[in-house]
C-alpha cells in the first residue's frame, strides 16, 4: 500500500492538499495562535526527547548522532507512532515542525520510521497463518 506523508514548516501557510496536519514538536512554535495554523493534531511524544533536543542544539552531539539517537528512542517506543499511524491510513497526513531546514529536522527520520513500520504491519498481514493449527482451522471452517 502506498502512503503520503509529506513534511512541512508550521509557518508556512494551510492548504486543501496537506491532508491530516499534525505538528510534532515538543514546544509549541513562537508567535502563533492555534486557531491559525488548521491543526489536526499536536502530538509531541513522537518528537525528539527534550535531552536528545538540547544535546544537538548545544552542539553536544552531531547530527548523524542525533539521527542515530533518535531512531533509537523511536524503536523503543513504537506505541509513540500509533496515533499518527492512524492518521497516515486514513489519507494523506502533513508532518509539520518549526524547524528552519525540515531535511535536517527529526521529521524525515520520523517519515522513514512510520513507513518503516506501516509496510512491516502491511507484510505481516499478507502473510498466510504460519502454524499447522492455523490451517486446519482454515479447512475445518470451509467443510
Known amino acids: 500500500m502506498s502512503y503520503d506523508i509529506a513534511l512541512k514548516r ?4 494551510s ?6 496536519r499534525v505538528l510534532v514538536d515538543r514546544l509549541w512554535p513562537r508567535g502563533k495562535r492555534r486557531e491559525s495554523l488548521n491543526l489536526t493534531d499536536w502530538y509531541r511524544d513522537a518528537s ?8 544537538l542544539h548545544e552542539g553536544e552531539i552531531s547530527p548523524a548522532v542525533f539521527a542515530v539517537r533518535y531512531r533509537g528512542e523511536l524503536r523503543d517506543h513504537p506505541e509513540n507512532l500509533i496515533p499518527l499511524m492512524r492518521h497516515v491510513r486514513r489519507g494523506k497526513v502533513t508532518l509539520l515542525s518549526a524547524a528552519r531546514n525540515l531535511e535536517d529536522s527529526h521529521l524525515p527520520i520520523l517519515r522513514d520510521a512510520l513507513l518503516q513500520v506501516l509496510r512491516g504491519e502491511d507484510a505481516a498481514d499478507a502473510e498466510p497463518p504460519a502454524s499447522p493449527p492455523c490451517f486446519a482451522h482454515r479447512s475445518e471452517s470451509s467443510d
Open 10 to 13: 508550521i509557518y508556512t501557510p
Open 15 to 20: 492548504e486543501p492538499a496537506d491532508g491530516a
Open 48 to 55: 525528539p526527547s527534550p535531552q536528545l533536543r538540547r544535546q
